[in-house]
Nanobody
């Protein structure tokens, strides 16, 4: 499985940005795609997760981004998007998309099997 993240950049506070994560390779019928971020001198943290499973698809968001960020998916392109709005300076970080090979909600970075290269998001205040 390979992931290619893109879409980062510089945006003013209050603005919007959409990140994309192109997923290639074989995944099981149940898996999850997570967005995690890491700010300077901070640990990597969960932002949002989309769980894909036979019992249905579900999305989860960290409290810090709930109501501002939205996961969407283009099945034809095998791409997951993270739409970010009302951005704040504290959203500044390198954003990663990652795939976990179980269809269960999990926020722990160590429980993701494949990672994209990361894309920088900088929000100026």
């Amino acid at each position: 499985v390979q992931l290619q993240a893109s879409g980062g950049g510089l945006v003013q506070a209050g603005g919007s940005l959409t990140l994309a994560c192109a997923v290639s390779g074989r995944t099981s019928s149940s898996y999850r795609v997570g967005w995690l971020r890491q700010a300077p001198q901070k640990e990597r943290e969960y932002v949002a997760v989309a769980v894909i499973s036979r019992s249905g698809n579900r999305t989860y968001y960290a409290d810090s981004v709930k109501g501002r960020f939205l996961i969407s998916r283009d099945n034809a392109k095998n791409t997951m998007y993270l739409q970010m709005s009302s951005l704040k300076a504290e959203d500044t970080a390198v954003y990663y998309c990652a795939v976990g090979l179980t269809g269960m909600f999990d926020t722990r970075p160590s429980h993701y099997n494949y990672w994209g290269q990361g894309t920088q998001v900088t929000v100026s205040s």
